[in-house]
């Protein structure tokens, strides 16, 4: 093949990289490839992509030879100074308008630093979340390119081919936002993807130990809630891992060691909230409950001094099963409605102008938490671009509405049976308070103007007014500034 040749150069062959290598092969693409281990190049060449419209470069110059024009550059390296290193290596070899995408796990800082660093350099900078793992990779993942606006149109067609496809035959890829915009929205899908499987574990350990059910009535169970509104990939494999047996004939999800491993995104996520003073508690909890597991020598020391609660639920193990359904469907309503009330902040303060029915369709299919309910946030969306909160759609009032009473009986349940239900707890714990008009938090404000003259403002006053007491006649008048984390 002569130089100048390829549609779209990738550096990275791990199992990610070549995936993405193979599916953009197999939809008409010429793909140029590099490693630096340059012997991963001739293995790849010579065993998956044989045959296939693949070329091999030993050094980046070479690499960078085989590239047509608006040369196209696609980093799957680990997230972090590798990023950085390649850039730099890339950099001196390319010309003003040639593309950079980072399809890695970046968190999006890192991102809108190199967005802007390539931006004076002449150089367009993508910053790709990609979802839906090795299998999403090779066949269809969940892309969500965000960083130069210019580069769009020339890495839009490649994107859109190898990417999954919703219901309706839509790509499960578009265009996001400027800067950092692709890999933000990448983390919290990450941190709602904590959520869902944390809130699943949380089901599976009322449904064995609160009502009981061997692994082959779990499989049976979690097959028949993927045929309703739980539809969705992760209930799907869940259900497939409790019919998989060991060698000796048991189930093999007992044989596993509870502590649970993590990469960060989830962490990330929360500290993002936390900076941005949003509630995003249910992600919070799931990370937690990671850590708590890790704890496992102290769990198992503590268990020798604790007796168990000897409460028996008040169930039929039946209804048991579907009230713990429905607070599942319940709680996963909450985690997505405070993953998109924290975007929503992130795109106001960014000014990246985010399309929240879009991103609910960019997760429909390839990605990790791809389901059907995400169909109904999309529709909530078109139906309300401005929708403060999927808690105020008229569908999702609904459905908490019905499922309610459920999710209270849930929770109280596994308090009394001593059953640990972080993220259910917490969802519910965050839908009393978001429905309510008054919290306690008057008493809080007190407290703080009384220690520290931090103001208040009164209901009986305009909002922005701040006020301060003197609470025991002996302090002064003097009151400290008000401000909101």
């Known amino acids: 093949m002569s130089q100048s040749q390829s549609d779209i150069g990738l550096i990275g062959l791990a199992v990610m990289g070549q995936n993405l290598v193979l599916n953009m092969a197999d939809h008409g693409y010429t793909v140029a490839v590099y490693n630096r281990t340059t012997s991963k190049v001739d293995e790849f060449l010579q065993g998956p992509a044989k045959g296939k419209s693949i070329v091999g470069a030993h050094d980046l110059p070479t690499f960078v030879s085989k590239l047509k024009r608006p040369r196209r550059v696609m980093l799957m390296v680990k997230a972090g100074d590798p990023v950085d290193e390649f850039i730099d290596q890339l950099v001196p070899h390319l010309e003003e308008g040639d593309i950079i995408v980072d399809g890695g796990n970046s968190h999006f800082p890192d991102s809108q630093r190199r967005y802007e660093a390539l931006k004076e350099k002449g150089i367009l900078f993508v910053g790709a979340g990609i979802s839906g793992g090795e299998e999403g990779a090779r066949h269809g993942p969940s892309i969500m390119p965000g960083g130069n606006p210019e580069a769009w149109p020339h890495v839009k067609e490649i994107f859109q081919a190898i990417a999954a496809r919703s219901d309706d035959g839509a790509p499960c890829c578009e265009w996001v936002g400027e800067g950092g915009a692709g890999h933000y929205v990448k983390m919290v899908h990450n941190g709602i993807e904590y959520g869902d499987m944390q809130l699943?574990?949380?089901?599976?350990?009322?449904?064995?130990?609160?009502?009981?059910?061997?692994?082959?009535?779990?499989?049976?169970?979690?097959?028949?809630?993927?045929?309703?509104?739980?539809?969705?990939?992760?209930?799907?494999?869940?259900?497939?891992?409790?019919?998989?047996?060991?060698?000796?004939?048991?189930?093999?999800?007992?044989?596993?060691?509870?502590?649970?491993?993590?990469?960060?995104?989830?962490?990330?996520?929360?500290?993002?909230?936390?900076?941005?003073?949003?509630?995003?508690?249910?992600?919070?909890?799931?990370?937690?409950?990671?850590?708590?597991?890790?704890?496992?020598?102290?769990?198992?020391?503590?268990?020798?001094?604790?007796?168990e609660p000897t409460h028996k639920r008040g169930e039929e193990k039946g209804v048991f099963c579907r009230q713990i359904s429905d607070a599942l469907y319940a709680s996963k309503i909450i985690s997505y409605a405070q993953g998109f009330m924290l975007m929503k902040c992130a795109s106001e303060e960014n000014k990246w102008n985010l399309d929240f029915g879009s991103i609910a369709l960019l997760w429909r299919g390839g990605c990790i938490i791809r389901s059907k309910f995400l169909g109904k946030i999309k529709q909530a969306y078109d139906h309300n671009p401005r929708l403060g909160s999927l808690l105020l759609d008229p569908f999702f009032i609904g459905e908490i509405t019905r499922a309610t009473p459920s999710w209270r009986k849930v929770v109280a349940e596994g308090a009394l049976m001593g059953i640990a239900l972080p993220c259910f707890s917490t969802a519910l714990s965050f839908f009393d308070g978001y429905r309510t008009q008054v919290l306690p938090a008057n008493l809080l404000q007190a407290q703080r103007d009384f220690f520290g003259a931090h103001t208040y403002e009164r209901i009986d006053k305009p909002r922005g007014q701040f006020f301060h007491t003197n609470w025991t006649g002996k302090g002064g008048d003097v009151s400290s500034s008000s401000y909101t984390v």
């Open 200 to 307: 699943i574990c949380e089901a599976y350990d009322l449904l064995k130990r609160g009502a009981h059910l061997s692994s082959s009535e779990l499989s049976s169970t979690f097959a028949d809630w993927d045929k309703g509104p739980l539809n969705s990939y992760l209930i799907e494999i869940t259900s497939q891992i409790f019919s998989k047996n060991d060698t000796d004939g048991h189930p093999l999800v007992d044989k596993i060691l509870d502590v649970a491993g993590q990469k960060g995104t989830g962490k990330w996520t929360g500290i993002d909230a936390l900076d941005r003073g949003m509630p995003l508690t249910l992600i919070g909890e799931a990370v937690f409950a990671r850590c708590l597991s890790a704890l496992k020598e102290d769990r198992m020391e503590a268990s020798k001094h604790y007796a």
